[in-house]
């Protein structure tokens, strides 16, 4: 679809630098753009790209637009308003209503009429599928799963009993909501499987990525709060609770009965203890341990940046050296009559 500068000025909240009638009908980067398209700059390292560009219009900030050769949309948020505007040059495909011949529906199952049930899918006893859900092929819904009004199952996603998801919430394909904890007892050398009897409950307009699983309490209930963001191939544990609005990218393990707060971000391939608390408004960087609670908001890291291989070995080496320094420079304070011959955290 074609749309006017002006139109997307108003309907977004934009000043316009440019001509309102020039038309623009797709998206594409700042180096990739010719005059038909929208293009955006978000970041500061990308400036170059923003000056050689040929896009019909550039999406920016104030401070940005002195430098944009060619019409601008500016606003305060570039990157959210791309978003939006991506979504309306660019809208998902609309898919009819009804089930599709070669899905199995159990009798009990309760499907709105809007809704959309595709080829190969499985629909459990007592399902309930609202408006406007859009259930992908080949995905297993087990008995008593609920899905509210707009929810879309992409393809091979795997929902099992009892679990609830809210409104507007989407799930890419391979994930896996509400399968069994990792829940062992020992007893006599060998492993007692405890039954996993709570479920996952899901609020509004969540995202769960490709192949992410995310398993049922042992107890009470696993919950996502509304508008959580997850990466693709996440581990969520038993018993998790991950507050309104977090984001977490992708390869991150969660153990189970984590706590995370409201509008975390953390960052991919981190591993996070069982039993931890994470504070609202808490950032933690890529590849971080997490073996304790973060109480207070704020930038968390750990672990060590990459290093060429001989540098690394060095620093091993003497970090593994590092307790016997340690009792060294004890001993020299004790024998020099410092108050300080304990640890110093």
Known sequence: MAISLGELAVRFGCELRGEPDALVERVATLTNADARSVAFLAEERNRRQLMETRAGVVV??????ADCPTAALICSNPRATFARIVALLHPAPTQAAGIHPNAVVAPS???DPSARVGAFSVIGERVEIGADAVIGPHCSLEQDVKLAQGVRLVARVTLCHGVQIGARTLIQPGAVVGADGFGFAREDGQWLKIPQVGTVRVGPDVEIGANTTIDRGAIEDTIIEEGVKLDNQIQI???CRIGAHTAIAGCTG???STVIGKHCMIGGAVAMAGHVTIADHVIITGNAMVTGSVLRPGVYSSGIPLEESHVWRRQVARFKR????????????RGAGSAQGEDDE
Request: aromatic residues 0%; without cysteine.
């Open 254 to 256: 969660i153990s189970g």
């Open 322 to 333: 590092l307790d016997r320094l340690v009792k060294r420079v004890q001993t020299l304070e």
């Open 237 to 239: 544990g038993h018993n």
């Open 109 to 111: 199952a309760r499907i």
């Open 60 to 65: 920016l900030d104030r401070e940005s637009a």
